[in-house]
């Protein structure tokens, strides 16, 4: 049985130019590393010295992310409220006006017709007590 081997590449040289993608022409990532000159930054490693900035930038980058998607939730929240509260409108109204209309003298007269009682036909009169 064949043993596994790790085969090591040789390291590349400042003039050995880099591979070219497996398509053939250079890919859109290639061409950004480009047009920066990234490799001049990380010539003698990583910049540490530029860490708490980049950090902060991307600290910035998620409370925006996240504000806008606490915006948006409360927005979504507001409709919903707004569509509750025209719909409890619409049942006060409808209600209220059953209630007025229940409460006429003449519904209350047809009613009570049921239960013998009849609707008098004599008007209030003021009963005054002297003492």
Not at 29 to 54: C, M, T, W
Not at 120 to 126: A, E, I, Q
Request: aromatic share 8%.
């Amino acid at each position: 049985m064949a043993e596994n081997k790790f085969r090591i590449e040789p390291e590349r040289g400042v003039n050995q130019p880099r591979e070219k993608s497996s398509a053939g022409g250079p890919t859109l990532f290639s061409g950004i590393e480009r047009r920066l000159k990234l490799e001049n930054y990380f010539e003698e490693g990583f910049p540490v010295q530029y860490l708490p900035k980049i950090l902060f930038i991307m600290l910035l980058g998620l409370l925006y992310i996240s504000n806008t998607h606490y915006a948006e939730k409360t927005v979504r929240r507001i409709d919903q409220v707004q569509s509750d509260v025209e719909d409890l409108r619409a049942d006060y109204t409808t209600l209220k006006s059953d209630l007025m209309f229940a409460s006429k003298q003449s519904e209350v007269a047809r009613k009570v017709k049921s239960l013998g009682l009849k609707e008098s036909l004599n008007p209030p009169t003021k009963v005054v007590v002297e003492e």
